[in-house]
């Protein structure tokens, strides 16, 4: 059954190091999305893309972040410099048009 | 908000008991999806509802969708150990966007 990966499972970096969290959505979908989830908290929008650019973002999404589709099958997202509320449970999902949307297993980013 | 808020945030019952969870929503939408969540784990689809759908079920699972209510509910029958998780709605609205709601925290007591 095809699945949306996630690399790496869990990363820890320095407060204001970058980091490039890795989704390799399922091939034939065309909407690409990043949630996170701070502990114990609920699962929050950041941003969808579709057709090599931004559809729709969220307050959260700043400058500090930012999305790539780098080739026709990754999706990264960038945080360019941390801070210690980063820390959260990133969420690349995918979808066909106005289907389930299909959610990888996550990366853990811990900012120390 | 365009999210979705689920009621209760917590809800414990014996295994075989059934298990209902609410989702209340605000804007129009194109569909509504249950997503389930095991403590520190990825999210797995359990059911999409349409707009135009009243009712769906897919296993143990029926969920239901009154529109003019902007409401959706959950059922889960014969509840299993193995069903302690926290379940989120998630609607979806135009342009493929989806949101997720606050979640209901199950859990089933053997």
């Known amino acids: 059954e095809p699945e949306v990966t996630q690399t790496p499972s869990h990363q820890v970096t320095q407060m204001g190091q970058e980091v490039i969290l890795r989704c390799v959505p399922i091939s034939n979908h065309l909407y690409f999305y990043w949630y996170r989830q701070i502990l114990g908290q609920k699962v929050e929008f950041l941003v969808s893309f579709y057709n090599n650019e931004i559809s729709e973002k969220s307050e959260i999404f700043d400058d500090q972040f930012s999305v790539e589709r780098p080739d026709g099958s990754n999706f990264t997202l960038k945080i360019r410099s941390t801070k210690l509320e980063d820390s959260a449970m990133y969420f690349c999902a995918s979808t066909s048009s106005g289907t389930e949307a299909f959610f990888g297993q996550g990366t853990r980013l811990t900012v120390v | 908000s365009q999210q979705g808020e689920e009621d209760p945030q917590a809800l414990s019952i014996q295994e075989g008991e059934n298990a209902t969870m609410n989702c209340s929503y605000k804007?129009?939408?194109?569909?509504l999806q249950w997503y389930r969540q095991n403590s520190g784990r990825g999210l797995v689809h359990l059911i999409l509802i349409r707009s135009n759908e009243r009712e769906k079920h897919s296993g143990r699972l029926r969920v239901t969708l009154d529109t003019s209510k902007k409401s959706s509910s959950l059922l889960i029958t014969a509840s299993r150990a193995a069903d302690t998780a926290s379940y989120f709605c998630a609607t979806g609205v135009t342009g493929n966007q989806f949101y997720f709601g606050t979640g209901t925290s199950l859990t089933v007591i053997p």
């Open positions: 804007t129009s939408i194109n569909n």
